[in-house]
């Protein structure tokens, strides 16, 4: 609270400074006020929508905000559970959240990442953003790891993919068995020709 004071002091100096207002939003996201930290990471993109970090957190507080009894979650640092960090290095760019209520989280933050994939169908109505990603992986999810069906559930925003569970060694295999396919051009494309757009 005492950097939240900090920064409003000098509000008129970082009104269009979008640092200024990511490290609000960040301030605001770790005291879990999310509705807060919403306005401020929305300004940040506003003023830099190259910013990847602070779309990163907007979804990110959106999707705490939404949450029932989000006031009781909080994301853990990962590099407490060896298992997570030792899978989170083989499925770059993708990133894998911890929550205090036991649930998992794979995210991406879309953009440049096997963006021409979706480009194929560009005239579809597809761009690329996390929806789409959704789509894609809900095909993946379906003919590949059909077992996981059940237990994955996916929660995309515009800017983020995002697919959670409770179950570790679900997510943490479909992490990695989704990340490998997106390697694969030929497989991707050929899941993408059956995704449905959202």
């Known amino acids: 609270m005492k950097a939240i004071k900090c920064f409003l002091s000098v509000q008129e100096q970082g009104e269009h ?3 200024w207002h990511f490290r609000i939003g960040y301030a605001y996201y770790y ?12 300004q940040s993109v506003a003023l830099d929508p190259e910013d990847s970090q ?6 990110m507080s959106r999707n705490a ?3 029932a009894g989000n006031e009781t979650i909080h994301i853990m640092n990962i590099e407490q559970d060896e298992d997570l960090l030792e899978v989170e290095e083989k499925i770059i760019p993708f990133q ?15 953009g440049e990442y096997k963006h021409e994939i979706f480009q194929t169908r560009t005239e579809e109505g597809f761009e690329g953003n996390g929806y789409d ?3 894609l992986a809900a095909v993946f999810l379906k003919e590949k790891m059909p077992h996981l069906v059940d237990i994955l559930r996916f929660d ?3 800017g983020m993919f995002a697919a ?3 179950n570790k060694e679900a997510i943490l295999s479909f992490a990695i068995s989704f990340r490998e396919a997106c390697e694969d051009d030929s497989l991707m494309k050929d899941l993408f020709s059956r995704a449905v757009l959202d």
């Not at 005291?31 to 929305?42: C, D, P, R, S, T």
């Open 156 to 158: 995309p925003e515009a």
């Open 133 to 135: 990603w959704g789509s």
């Open 164 to 166: 959670y569970t409770n």
């Open 17 to 19: 400074d979008p640092l």
């Open 65 to 67: 905000a939404s949450k």
């Open 31 to 42: 005291l879990k006020q999310y509705k807060e930290a919403i306005v401020a990471f929305k």
């Open 96 to 110: 894998l959240v911890a929550h205090s209520d036991g649930s998992i989280s794979l995210i991406l933050n879309v």
């Open 54 to 59: 602070a779309s990163m957190f907007l979804e």
